[in-house]
């Protein structure tokens, strides 16, 4: 079973950035398709963005479009969500996830917490 460990989150002030990173237990197949979700106290889970292994093909809604970014390193079995220009709005627990052979949103990873300061 794959394992998803997050890391990075913390306390910034508005306007400034953070990388978080999802390492993965073991090498991802190119079919895997890697996400990152966040959920704040009171909302429901929402999409971030995710990418395809394989080429490395991205998507991310349009509340983070053009500030975040997602990307892979094969090498370090790692995933990463670039956070630049945040927002307090942006406050949430960022959860990592892994669907393989299109089977859905399967495996989690435990969150980390961004907490955007005004």
């Known amino acids: 079973q794959v394992q998803l460990v997050e890391s990075g989150g913390g306390l910034v002030q508005a306007g400034g950035s953070l990388r978080l990173s999802c390492a993965v237990s073991?090498?991802?197949?190119?079919?895997?398709?890697m996400g990152w979700f966040r959920q704040a106290p009171g909302k429901e889970r929402e999409f971030v963005a995710a990418?395809?292994?394989?080429?490395?093909?991205?998507y991310a809604s349009d509340s983070v479009k053009g500030r975040f970014t997602i990307s892979r390193d094969n090498g370090k079995n790692t995933v990463y969500l670039q956070m630049n220009s945040l927002k307090p709005e942006d406050t949430a627990v960022y959860y990592c996830?892994?669907?393989?052979?299109?089977?859905?949103?399967?495996?989690w990873g435990q969150g980390t917490l961004v907490t955007v300061s005004s």
């Open positions: 996830a892994a669907d393989r052979y299109g089977s859905g949103w399967s495996v």
């Open positions: 073991e090498r991802t197949f190119s079919n895997y398709r």
């Open positions: 990418i395809r292994w394989s080429g490395g093909s991205t």
